[in-house]
């Protein structure tokens, strides 16, 4: 079983930055594929951005893409999220999640986060 402890949500004007992390429990942390996902009010959860166990393969939504930047500290079983130049539609609430198959590329995640809330004012 692993858990998963999001932070770092808050509220920031557009253009600003915000860095999320993601704490999982577990000794097998640097074997397992980590994502970003998420979900704003009325609209279906959505994916961010995911790396591989090693770090090697990551992928951005195309929404995303140049603004955030995923990464993993295998020693501290965290995965970050720094996200620069917010935007107002960037305003949702941001899910870890972790899959034990090293590359998975999908959205069934095996575990989830409880989700942090990002929200981005204009």
């Known amino acids: 079983q692993v858990q998963l402890v999001e932070s770092g949500g808050g509220l920031v004007q557009a253009g600003g930055s915000l860095r999320l992390s993601c704490v999982a429990s577990g000794r097998t942390f640097s074997s397992y594929a980590m994502g970003w996902f998420r979900q704003a009010p009325g609209k279906e959860r959505e994916f961010v951005s995911r790396i591989s166990w090693s770090g090697g393969n990551i992928y951005y939504a195309d929404s995303v893409k140049g603004r955030f930047t995923i990464s993993r500290d295998n020693a501290k079983n965290t995965v970050y999220l720094q996200m620069n130049s917010l935007k107002p539609e960037d305003t949702a609430v941001y899910y870890c999640?972790?899959?034990?198959?090293?590359?998975?590329?999908?959205?069934?995640?095996?575990?989830w986060g409880q989700g942090t809330q990002v929200t981005v004012s204009s």
């Open positions: 999640a972790a899959d034990p198959r090293g590359y998975y590329s999908g959205s069934n995640y095996a575990y």
